[in-house]
């Protein structure tokens, strides 16, 4: 059984950064495509972030050239590095391998000043 542990969220100012990282069991993220999603309040759902097997990564447009994920394969921990945060970043965040229906209890991330 897949479990995802999300962590590193919190309040930050616009402009600022935070680093999330997503700790995960049951499989291992160096064999999976991991990806990182997220929900505004109100809103669907959407994937941001996807990284392969192999290390390449993929971005939605609305966080692409401020976002980065990455992973350690030693430690089984995928990770998302949010620079130059806006307020409309706001959201709870997800980790989770593609192929897999398992959730974690998300992060909460707000971008306020």
């Known amino acids: 059984q897949v479990q995802l542990v999300e962590s590193g969220g919190g309040l930050v100012q616009p402009g600022g950064s935070l680093r999330l990282s997503c700790a995960v069991s049951g499989t291992v993220v160096s064999l999976s495509a991991m990806a990182w999603h997220r929900q505004a309040p109100g809103k669907e759902r959407e994937g941001i972030a996807t990284i392969t097997s192999g290390g390449l990564t993929n971005y939605a447009n609305s966080v692409k050239g401020r976002f980065t994920i990455s992973k350690d394969n030693n430690k089984n921990t995928v990770y998302l590095q949010m620079n130059s945060l806006k307020p409309e970043d706001t959201a709870v965040y997800y980790c989770?391998?593609?192929?897999?229906?398992?959730w974690g209890q998300g992060t909460q991330v707000t971008v306020s000043s």
């Open positions: 989770k391998p593609v192929l897999s229906q398992s």
